[in-house]
């Protein structure tokens, strides 16, 4: 029996390099596959080379009238999956007020609003999965660069966090996801960055694998790299630490490339 075999799956974003492969990896896997996303015509082409019935729903993640459309329609799936993302990577005082408030739109505010719609019928049903993929390592590693970028995800684990314990016990799981970099045409100009600070690049569908793999175990936190999992746990105990053992090096190279 395939693991996910008759079970009802969203996966907003789902014509992105990360989507895509997660779509492809569920599909496999024997999963019904739902593709949300702003642009349909994407959204048919990947259904396309899924090469099995595949779905497809116009919605955009900062519109709640268009997600709660999106759950009246399709009110009991088994995995929602959230492959969104949008990155800001460059000093803050070169921000504007659009980079902003679209992190805080789409990492943050999207994903709370997308938990919104579709939490109440699993807590229903007393059974569920919601998944949001985040940033490097736990979402709270303040990479200088990306200090809004940082800021957004920082949110989504925590609400994250607190939400699991607010309902913990009636059979839901929500799960802060963080991908390793990824071979994806919106990660590749930044290849050269990761290499230099000695970050692997993976296969999008490796990651893919790997958000299955979190989703079977109930994990409400799974982060990519055994590098990355362990700077993060010291950065929690002392972030001075964190700066003597990686952070300081690894600015430098951010530096490099973002810094005036």
Do not use: C
Not at 133 to 143: E, I, N, P, Q
């Amino acid at each position: 029996m395939k693991a996910f075999h008759g079970q009802q799956i969203i996966i907003v974003g789902g014509s992105g390099g990360l989507g895509s492969a997660i779509a492809h990896s569920m599909v496999d896997a024997g999963g019904s596959v739902l593709l949300v996303g702003r642009t349909l015509e994407s959204l048919q082409e990947v259904a396309k080379a899924l090469g099995e019935p595949a779905q497809t729903w116009q919605a955009d993640l900062t519109d709640e009238d268009s997600l709660a459309a999106l759950a009246k329609s399709h009110p009991q799936p088994d995995v929602v999956i959230n492959a969104t993302g949008y990155d800001v990577r460059k000093p803050f005082l070169r921000h504007t007020t659009e980079d902003m408030r679209n992190l805080l739109e789409i990492n943050l505010l999207g994903a709370m609003q997308l938990t919104h719609a579709f939490l109440p019928g699993m807590l229903a049903r007393r059974s569920g999965s919601i998944v949001h993929l985040g940033g490097f390592a736990d979402g709270r590693l303040a990479f200088p660069y990306y200090s809004a970028d940082a800021a957004s995800r920082a949110g989504l684990r925590t609400f994250l966090e607190s939400l699991n314990r607010e309902i913990a016990g009636h059979g839901v799981t929500l799960t802060y996801f963080s991908p390793a970099p990824a071979d994806t045409l919106a990660e590749r100009p930044f290849h050269p960055i990761w290499r230099e600070m000695g970050t692997p690049i993976l296969p999008p569908q490796q990651i893919a694998a790997a958000v299955l793999d979190a989703i079977q175990r109930n994990e409400s936190v799974r982060i990519m790299g055994i590098g990355a999992r362990l700077l993060a746990a010291v950065n929690v105990i002392s972030p001075a630490l964190a700066d003597h053992l990686a952070m300081r090096s690894m600015s430098r190279v951010l530096a490099k490339y973002f810094g005036p």
